[in-house]
């Protein structure tokens, strides 16, 4: 296994990004699996061959610039809003970011524990652009969209003690994804949304049977190789089912956290993006962030857009109403555009 994945390389581009390909490539090939025939020269054009082999997607361009700059300036409003000493002009603030009420993850970099729900956050969320990625992607185009949290991390070389930690990880007990589905399906069932926090739950409790299931991260800033932030795993999602029957099930737990010395975690690598870009992947894939080791910060949104037909009637409801309830409830999104996608995306049919 550990020969498999010690052959993937990332190629990188003259501007110092790791590859990556445009949202015409993805109307330019089709997504048809059988036409996969291993060729290293294919994969290099073919947005899907190469999604097929490596496990994972960078598509740039998908967000505009002034949506992104509006993105940071939410991030930053909240944490502003939480840490009044923080000025988002002036990094000798910046010593105090995160709130220590219990409402932000600090060693992760994200300023919000439960998921966000701010104007330009919900628009990045129901974007076309991200809609077409995943869709394509997925073969699919009935799709929801998940509301998760941000990060934020601070540039380690104007404080070495803003350090994040490094780690790589599944969003998904791989035991249970490899089973049945009975134990994911009962989870699920207990969702009402009453609790915000239960929209992050429902991220990980994938199964097999439902088919391949993506996540992704929203690329906020530039973000070159020493920046930190978003590493994966290529090629893991081949060995999956070999890697974890090799080792003892564990049932109860609905993450997979990656020891250092661990092959997932040995041959993960840092993927740069430029601002505006989205790489989504298998969530199949170990994958996670490496800290920063440069004077610029990393901001980026978190997103997964997963089949409709993987939400029963009564957990859609409830998810309906919640959501309904927060945009009617909520100043800034009572003008919320909604349209056919939005609609469909945000469960409000």
Same mark, same amino acid.
């Given at each position: 296994?550990?020969?498999?994945?010690?052959?993937?390389?990332?190629?990188?581009?003259?501007? +110092?990004?790791?590859?990556?390909?445009?949202?015409?490539?993805?109307?330019?090939?089709? =997504?048809?699996?059988?036409?996969?025939?291993?060729?290293?020269?294919?994969?290099?054009?073919?947005?899907?061959?190469?999604?097929?082999? %490596?496990?994972?997607?960078?598509?740039?361009?998908?967000?505009?610039?002034?949506?992104?700059?509006?993105?940071?300036?939410?991030?930053?409003?909240?944490?502003?809003?939480?840490?009044?000493?923080?000025?988002?002009?002036?990094?000798?603030?910046?010593?105090?970011?995160?709130?220590?009420?219990?409402?932000?993850?600090?060693?992760?970099?994200?300023?919000?524990?439960?998921?966000?729900?701010?104007?330009?956050?919900?628009?990045?969320?129901?974007?076309?652009?991200? %809609?077409?990625?995943?869709?394509?992607?997925?073969?699919?185009?009935?799709? #929801?969209?998940?509301?998760?949290?941000?990060?934020?991390?601070?540039?380690?070389?104007?404080?070495?003690?803003?350090?994040?930690?490094?780690?790589?990880?599944?969003?998904? /007990?791989?035991?249970?994804? #490899? !089973?049945?589905?009975?134990?994911?399906?009962?989870?699920?069932?207990? *969702?009402?949304?009453?609790?915000?926090?239960?929209?992050?739950?429902?991220?990980?409790? @994938?199964?097999?049977?439902? !088919? *391949?299931?993506?996540?992704?991260?929203? /690329?906020?800033?530039?973000?070159?190789?020493?920046? +930190? +932030?978003?590493?994966?795993?290529?090629?893991?999602?081949?060995?999956?089912?070999?890697?974890?029957?090799?080792?003892?099930?564990? %049932?109860?737990?609905?993450?997979?956290?990656?020891?250092?010395?661990?092959?997932?975690?040995? %041959?993960?690598?840092?993927?740069?993006?430029?601002?505006?870009?989205?790489?989504?992947?298998?969530?199949?894939?170990?994958?996670?962030? #490496?800290?920063?080791?440069?004077?610029?910060?990393? #901001?980026?949104?978190?997103?997964?857009?997963?089949?409709?037909?993987?939400? =029963?009637?009564?957990?859609?409801?409830?998810?309906?109403?919640?959501?309904?309830?927060?945009?009617?409830?909520?100043?800034?999104?009572?003008?919320? @555009? *909604?349209?056919?996608?939005?609609?469909?995306?945000?469960?409000?049919?």
């Amino acid at each position: 296994m550990e020969e498999i994945l010690k052959s993937f390389k990332i190629s990188i581009d003259n501007e +110092g990004y790791s590859k990556s390909f445009s949202l015409e490539d993805l109307d330019n090939f089709n =997504n048809n699996n059988n036409n996969n025939n291993n060729n290293n020269n294919n994969e290099e054009n073919n947005p899907y061959e190469f999604f097929e082999r %490596y496990g994972f997607l960078v598509i740039r361009n998908v967000i505009s610039e002034e949506d992104c700059n509006k993105t940071v300036g939410e991030i930053f409003d909240i944490i502003e809003s939480k840490v009044k000493t923080f000025d988002r002009n002036d990094q000798s603030t910046w010593d105090q970011t995160f709130s220590e009420d219990g409402s932000s993850i600090p060693q992760y970099g994200s300023p919000s524990k439960p998921p966000i729900f701010k104007k330009q956050f919900l628009m990045n969320r129901t974007n076309p652009n991200v %809609y077409k990625v995943f869709s394509k992607l997925l073969k699919n185009q009935d799709l #929801m969209v998940n509301h998760d949290r941000a990060c934020f991390f601070r540039p380690t070389l104007v404080n070495p003690k803003w350090k994040t930690n490094d780690n790589v990880h599944l969003d998904m /007990n791989p035991y249970n994804w #490899m !089973g049945n589905g009975d134990i994911c399906r009962e989870e699920l069932s207990k *969702l009402t949304y009453a609790r915000l926090g239960e929209f992050i739950v429902e991220n990980n409790q @994938p199964t097999q049977n439902d !088919g *391949l299931q993506l996540q992704g991260v929203i /690329n906020l800033l530039d973000n070159q190789e020493l920046d +930190g +932030g978003y590493c994966v795993t290529p090629g893991f999602h081949t060995i999956f089912n070999e890697y974890f029957t090799s080792k003892k099930p564990q %049932y109860t737990s609905p993450s997979w956290n990656f020891d250092k010395k661990d092959i997932a975690f040995k %041959y993960a690598k840092r993927i740069s993006m430029r601002k505006g870009s989205i790489v989504v992947w298998n969530q199949q894939m170990p994958h996670g962030s #490496m800290s920063n080791k440069s004077f610029n910060p990393r #901001m980026a949104q978190f997103i997964k857009i997963f089949p409709t037909s993987t939400v =029963n009637s009564v957990r859609y409801q409830h998810r309906k109403n919640q959501i309904k309830s927060i945009i009617e409830n909520s100043d800034e999104l009572k003008d919320f @555009p *909604l349209n056919q996608i939005s609609s469909q995306l945000l469960g409000l049919n």
